[in-house]
């Protein structure tokens, strides 16, 4: 093993190398600058008439020389491979500007693919696997396959950065040649002194707003201001050029491969010229020239340059034939100069790496998530703001953000922002976060549980570029608002998001196809359907369970003793399953819930779909309606299908709202025994009910209520005479609401016996 006292590295590495079967021989050289190396000659396969000449069509030939040198972190950095000084350099997956030519052996970093196979030995087999593979490719031309796509030039580890949307770049360009100028903002670390390619490093960055180049005495296109002794940073501008077509008329193609070889504006302008951009870089340049006429700067200014060029193939992973070669040269308008380009064709060019620019494709694909709608963020605390960082973080708009207070010190404990914003509006602050991204959310600052109850500001809170809005206020009053604002006007898909048991339990709530069934009908079937679990357990907790939040008594979501990890954790999973909800075409409701485990981040989900509810107009109501879930009006059918001669019944069960006008009904209570049926009257028994009413109520955590009573008739009729005296005795005996629900073979009825104190 290499790890062996007194191991030579050199001859270890010789020896281990011709157990490969392509290396046929091999020497150890003597050391370079005091470390190791070794030259080893690999067996190149080719197709017998090239191996009868002794060389490919390529150039490659068939034993090929390749020099292995020991960095002095060897083992913990992998050998360096180098091949002959003349080997050519038109081939891809040859590493840029390297004076003996370096092959890219691997996909990614060559140091973590050598150190993964553990011992070195095995390590150093694979690499010479993988050179004996390359070599192979490049003896045939193989190393661009046109099913894979063609292979942009390695542009790895250079120090200058050009950060555009490729995008833009690609959308720019036209049949004819041509070139436009873009906006930039730059960023430089070096003394103005310096130069490209020695110590100076840059960034440039643009939007890809156009630009034209103007000849003002306050034109901002070019500044510069110091940030340091060793670094400035300003405006610049990117120019993009373009490939003029061919005499014929067809479009110019660049298929020769092209090491990145580019070092001054002299090999700038051949290398533009190569791929029928010289004319439009040339142009480009000189209208730079121009704007500067009769101006100055003290300090230099880089500027970016695109050249786009086309390709025969589409580029690997992308749909486009343009590839982009970016730049970046320095432009130095002293007072007394002869060119902006002070050493003329010998100014430095660096080749730069590009970055795409922050957009939602980059990271839609990063994220793997497809396009989606964009969202409209009710409340802005802990919750709401991690759920708008989640979504914009995939790709998603976010195209307004409500909230009403501001960011305090102590919302630093869980809240996506930073210390920064303390003391902003929570939805300004949000939004100035969210302009990183390139978005521009609208800001509401308002009462949501007021506003939402204004058609007006109703389309400034979700207006109609919002395919959905998320209600994260863990407030009643803002979710019945919000219910009463959803009108079929009102396209977008309505969210709510709250956590409970101190962060151990969350749900979702999402309306179902024209917002039925609505948030006030789902809680209230979450209420009716929970089961006795730990999801009960939290979710009914009175020390930090929903009620609290939902009815105020104590501290909302936002003040919960929690850890952030816990809050963000459940938070990440909502907004998973808000995703999920936006893929799907939306039809019925539904419910969402989730708790963790008390000692473990473990957490368990449940998912389940809502039907719409019916609804039935209240008679002698002032405009109530009753909702009935799916379950409880197919109970209820089937009920009065199981008597089809006497007429049967039972109690209620469910939610009130007085803002909204509407009895919601999520479960029935069975006929006390003592109940009378009869084919022309049912009488509802009394052994027992109340107590059953205080179970269903304590068992639901106190948040269901007998709402009223139903009964059947066997014709299809609707209220008697003697329905409305019982509406009205059930009126005068029991509390508000006393609804009676009479269903017939054909439809449901539905009443209440007007109060004289005009309660409803």
């Known amino acids: 093993m290499a790890t062996e006292a007194g191991t030579d590295p050199a001859e270890h590495l010789l020896r281990v ?145 050009l950060e555009i949307d490729a995008d833009a770049a690609r959308n720019a360009v036209t049949k004819n040649g041509g070139w436009v100028v873009w ?100 142009a480009f ?14 300090a230099p200014i880089p500027i970016g340059i695109v050249l786009c060029v086309r390709r025969p193939i589409h580029l690997i992973d992308s749909t486009s034939d343009i590839e982009l070669l970016p730049y970046v040269v320095e432009i130095r308008a002293n007072q007394n100069r002869t060119s902006l380009f002070a050493l003329g064709d010998d100014e430095p060019v660096a080749p730069t790496m590009h970055y795409q620019s922050l957009t939602a494709a980059l990271l839609q694909g990063l994220s793997g998530a497809p396009a989606r709608a964009g969202l409209a963020m009710l409340g802005c605390g802990s919750v709401g703001s ?33 210390a920064e914003h303390v003391s902003s509006n929570k939805a300004e602050a949000l939004a100035m976060e969210l302009v990183g991204f390139g978005k521009a959310p609208t800001v509401h600052k308002g009462d949501l549980s007021h506003d939402l109850r204004d058609p007006e500001h109703v389309k400034q809170i979700i207006p109609k570029t919002a395919g959905a809005a998320i209600n994260s206020t863990a407030s009643l009053s803002v979710r019945e608002a919000l219910v009463s604002a959803a009108t079929p006007r009102l396209r977008a898909r309505l969210f709510e998001a709250a956590l409970f048991g101190r962060g151990r339990g969350a749900f979702l709530l999402a309306d179902g196809k024209g917002h039925n069934p609505s948030h006030c009908d789902l809680i209230a079937e979450l209420y009716a359907t929970i089961d006795g679990g730990r ?11 929903l009620t609290e939040i939902q009815i105020g008594q104590g501290c909302g979501s936002l003040t919960m003793t929690m850890e952030d990890a816990r809050l963000s954790g459940m938070t990440a999973s909502l907004s998973q399953e808000v995703s999920r909800a936006l893929d799907t075409p939306v039809q019925q409701g539904l419910i969402v819930i989730g708790t963790a485990d008390e000692d473990s981040p473990s957490t368990c989900w449940t998912r389940y779909n809502v039907p719409a ?8 109501s002032d405009g109530w309606q009753l909702r009935l879930s799916r379950r409880v009006a197919d109970r209820i059918r089937a009920e009065a299908k199981a008597c089809p001669s006497v007429e049967t019944g039972g109690v209620m069960i469910g939610l009130t709202s007085a803002r909204l006008k509407t009895v919601t009904v999520v479960d029935l209570l069975e006929a006390p025994a003592d109940s009378r049926r009869t084919p022309a009257l049912f009488v509802l028994g ?66 209440v016996s007007p109060r004289k104190d005009g309660d409803g």
């Open 183 to 282: 906006q930039g903002r730059f960023f430089r670390r070096g003394t103005p002194e310096a130069c490209l390619n020695d110590v100076t490093e840059t960034w440039i960055s643009s939007k890809g707003v156009q630009t034209p180049l103007t000849q003002k005495a306050d034109d901002k296109t070019f500044t510069s201001r110091r940030a340091d002794l060793a670094a400035s940073l300003g405006n610049t501008l990117v120019g993009v050029v373009w490939p003029d077509k061919n005499p014929d008329g067809a479009p110019r193609i660049s298929a020769t491969y092209l090491p990145e070889s580019v070092a001054t504006l002299r090999d700038l302008r051949a290398r533009a010229a190569e791929v029928g951009c010289g004319r439009g870089l040339q």
């Open 17 to 161: 190398a011709l157990t490969h079967p392509e290396c046929v021989g091999g020497a150890v050289l003597d050391p370079e600058g005091g470390r190791p190396s070794i030259r080893i000659d690999m067996n190149v396969e080719m197709p017998l008439d090239m191996k009868a000449d002794g060389i490919s069509s390529s150039g490659v030939r068939t034993c090929e020389p390749v020099v292995l040198k020991l960095p002095a972190a060897y083992p913990w950095q992998s050998p360096r491979f180098y091949l002959r000084e003349d080997f050519p350099r038109n081939f891809p997956h040859l590493m840029p500007f390297a004076v003996t030519p370096r092959p890219c052996l691997v996909e990614g970093n060559q140091d973590e693919y050598f150190l993964q196979f553990g011992l070195v030995e095995y390590g150093i087999f694979h690499l010479v696997e993988q050179l004996a593979l390359w070599l192979r490719k490049a003896a045939i031309s193989d190393l661009i396959s046109s099913e894979q796509g063609w292979e942009p030039m390695l542009r790895r580890d250079f120090r200058d950065i």
């Open 613 to 620: 509810f019916e609804t039935v107009s209240i008679a002698g």
């Open 285 to 298: 340049l000189a209208n730079v020239e121009r704007s500067f006429t009769g101006m100055s700067l003290l």
């Open 386 to 418: 991690k759920l708008a960082m989640h979504a914009v973080r995939g790709g998603q708009d976010i195209v307004t953000v409500s909230d009403e207070s501001s960011l305090r010190p102590h919302n630093l404990a869980r809240h996506a922002l930073g």
């Open 686 to 751: 009394t052994d027992g009910l109340q107590s059953a009413i205080r179970n269903r109520h304590e068992q639901s955590g106190r948040t269901l209520f007998d709402v009223g009573t139903w009964h059947s008739h066997l014709g299809d009729e609707g209220p008697s005479s003697t329905d409305w005296k019982t509406a009205a005795d059930l009126a005068a005996e029991r509390t508000p609401p006393s609804i009676l629900l009479i269903t017939t073979p054909a439809r449901f009825h539905a009443l």
């Open 535 to 545: 999801a009960a357990e939290l979710l009914f907790d009175p020390a930090g369970g």
